[in-house]
């Protein structure tokens, strides 16, 4: 070290000083770039992952009805009737996303009016997946003791009492999530030709949903889709 008589110079000193105070900011910055690193990892999926398909290969082990008819079976009862289904394009800003949904509606033996609407929904839009998921699966079961089948399907209706199974995707790579009720994933099984669908799922009530009356249990049902 540069001396003066026996001391270090005011230079020498100043020199120390800077040195080790860029030492210090340098590990700092390193330590916050580090730390950065390893808080913004990127949540978009890699274009190299391949969507998953909104049909399946196999549906599930249930009597099939004829075309344009559905059977459910719920409480140890069998039902038929002529669903409502639709396949389509749900479309967004940045893609096309393939879409199925269902209605149907039914009279219990003991007179109660029951619906159930299925939804299932591939989003082809990575933009979305942070939001929503990239597969979305929807089972809305509606039930009305007093029998009223025109208002069963009015869920802001007094007297209607809802019910629900949903879960999603987040993204390809992803294991299913369940928010409500429980099933397998897929819930709702598409064939191929979109005309067969089955849905097996339990549905429960949700937080803040009029649940005093609600279904509560499982829902077999059969679709024969006639567009």
């Not at 992952?49 to 249930?62: G, K, M, Q, Y």
């Not at 990239?134 to 007093?146: A, G, K, S, T, Y």
């Not at 069963?152 to 209607?160: E, H, I, K, M, P």
Request: glycine share 6%; proline share 7%.
């Amino acid at each position: 070290m540069t001396q003066f008589n026996g001391k270090p110079t005011l230079i020498a000193l100043m020199m120390i000083t800077g040195i080790a105070t860029m030492l210090l900011v340098a590990c700092g910055n390193d330590q916050d770039s580090a730390s950065e690193a390893s808080m913004s990892v990127d949540p978009e999926p890699s274009e190299e992952l391949a969507f998953l398909p909104i049909h399946s290969e196999a549906l599930h082990d249930l009597p099939i009805p004829e075309l344009g008819q559905f059977r459910v079976e719920i409480e140890g009862e069998v039902h038929e009737g002529a669903p409502q289904c639709r396949m389509s394009m749900f479309e967004t800003p940045g893609a096309e996303n393939p879409r199925f949904y269902a209605y149907a509606s039914w009279q219990m033996n003991d007179g109660s009016a029951m619906s159930v609407y299925l939804e299932r929904l591939v989003y082809h839009d990575r933009s979305v997946w942070r939001q929503v998921g990239h597969v979305r699966e929807i089972v809305r079961f509606q039930n009305r003791p007093d029998g009223n089948r025109n208002r069963v399907a009015q869920s802001d209706s007094r007297g209607t009492y809802i019910a629900w199974m949903t879960q999603s995707v987040p993204r390809p790579d992803s294991a299913p999530e369940l928010y409500s009720g429980s099933a397998e994933f897929p819930a709702i099984r598409i064939a191929r030709d979109e005309a067969l669908v089955t849905m097996l799922a339990t549905v429960e009530p949700a937080d803040g949903d009029k649940g005093e009356q609600a279904y509560r249990g499982e829902i077999r049902l059969a679709l024969h889709c006639e567009y």
